[in-house]
């Protein structure tokens, strides 16, 4: 609305004075009272041929563009209600104030900025990205010739979908790389994961982040069950960790093995997903017994014997 009354303000020749309000005691309204007009013409036929200048500067014609817009059906309401001097629903004028629209050649204006039908859309968000401006600049350049309800969500999505900007745009900056804190004692912090199958089996690896001692216990499947079950003779053995880190597997998320963690005072950190490198003592250890079983080539009664050799 602000860039209305500027560009209606341009037709005139005029020179604004600072004057304290404290002397202005002499204002009144006769003295107030507006020049006549000498040339017989309204000055609203200047602003409207400055906004038909805003039309001509868009990749469309005028006429291109009445005719598109004669065929929108979802602003046939607004037009005629314009024509008429009637008032439409909020939804006719998508809820913005009717006084704000106008109609310049078969254009409908909002302001100084032009209604776009959509069959002309997708070739004015070219033109406004020919220069593969950013989201923001092409938001102001929109803001200055046109207008129509989503516009800034179109200007994302063309913006975001362009090649030839994906091409060029920058990586993101990566994020530091966190080591973990080296434990202070042995079995202080444990690193759990599985492997398999193999053979109809499945592993369960617990590796201690301090002396790097890999444990590793054949287990039928990878329940929450069998798991709590295999980790609470390795605790009977080696004593109850502070920490345990596990990936996001719905063994580790489950309830019942949250309130084995709180019975046993345990504090439980997940790596983040789709990023093994969290857990990466275990992970790395997992592929090394995968390799070694499908490398020694062994029967299923001799697993644990293969095993044996593989931790020795």
Not at 233 to 248: H, K, L, M, Q, Y
Request: glycine residues 6%; charged residues 25%.
């Amino acid at each position: 609305r602000m860039q209305h009354y500027a560009v209606f303000l341009e037709s005139f020749d005029f020179e604004i004075r600072f004057r304290n309000s404290k002397f202005h005691a002499n204002a009144d309204g006769m003295s107030r009272l507006p020049i006549p007009n000498s040339s017989g013409k309204p000055y609203f036929e200047l602003a409207d041929v400055l906004e038909i200048q805003q039309i001509e500067t868009l990749p469309v014609s005028v006429e291109e563009l009445a005719q598109h817009t004669a065929k929108d059906l979802t602003v046939r309401n607004l037009i005629q209600a314009l024509q008429t001097g009637r008032l439409v629903e909020g939804h006719d004028r998508f809820g913005i104030n009717q006084n704000e629209f106008s109609i310049q050649k078969g254009c409908l204006m909002r302001g100084i900025r032009v209604y776009i039908p959509p069959t002309l859309r997708r070739k004015v968000l070219e033109e406004l990205h020919a220069g593969h401006f950013g989201i923001s600049r092409m938001k102001s350049l929109a803001r200055s010739y046109c207008w129509w309800c989503n516009i800034d969500n179109d200007i994302a999505d063309l913006t975001q979908g362009c090649i030839d900007c994906a091409r060029t745009r920058p990586d993101p900056a990566k994020a530091p790389v966190h080591s973990w804190e080296r434990p202070t004692e042995p079995f202080q912090r444990i690193h759990v994961d599985f492997a398999g199958p193999f053979m109809g089996q499945y592993f369960l690896i617990v590796i201690d982040a301090y002396s790097k001692w890999p444990e590793i216990k054949v287990i039928p499947d990878m329940t929450t069950e069998t798991t709590i079950q295999r980790l609470q003779e390795f605790f009977a053995t080696f004593g109850i960790p502070s920490v345990i880190v596990t990936d996001r597997g719905t063994q580790f998320t489950s309830d019942q093995f949250k309130l084995f963690l709180k019975n046993n005072g345990i504090t439980h950190k997940m790596g983040a997903p789709y990023h093994p490198a969290t857990n990466g003592q275990a992970e790395r250890y997992v592929q090394t017994v995968k390799d070694k079983l499908k490398a020694l080539k062994c029967s299923r009664s001799e697993i644990n014997m293969t095993l044996l050799d593989i931790l020795s």
